[in-house]
């Protein structure tokens, strides 16, 4: 009993690894119309170079987030926030670009 207990768990955790994504932001292109400056806009969105992500599913929540964050400031007329997949690194782990195209309202 004991050792399908652990042959299960062993199962469990190999799955798991050969099935977990390793997202992170490899970096962050701006595209902002106004004066608004690059690290104010991080400070708000809290995003961050070399910040990991468990799944896809969670990337795009944070970005969601972000663009909430944004929005809820009220100082902007258009917020996009979208990324792009780029090759995989040979650990496997998955790089990031993350766009923010923004437009100031004043």
């Known amino acids: 009993m004991i050792k399908k207990c652990l042959f299960s768990l062993l199962l469990f955790f190999l799955f798991s690894l050969i099935y977990a994504e390793d997202l992170y932001i490899d970096g962050i ?17 809290q995003l ?13 929540n944070a ?18 926030v979208d990324y792009e997949l780029l ?3 040979q650990d496997g782990a998955q790089p990031v670009k993350v766009h923010l195209v923004i437009e100031d309202s004043w």
């Open 48 to 60: 961050s170079e070399g910040q990991r992500f468990a799944s896809v599913k969670k990337l795009e």
């Open 29 to 45: 292109d701006f595209t902002i119309n106004g004066v608004t400056n690059r690290n104010s806009l991080l400070r708000v969105a």
């Open 63 to 80: 970005l969601e987030i972000a663009k909430d964050n944004l929005v809820d400031t009220r100082l902007f007329e258009m917020v996009q």
């Open 87 to 89: 090759p995989p690194t």
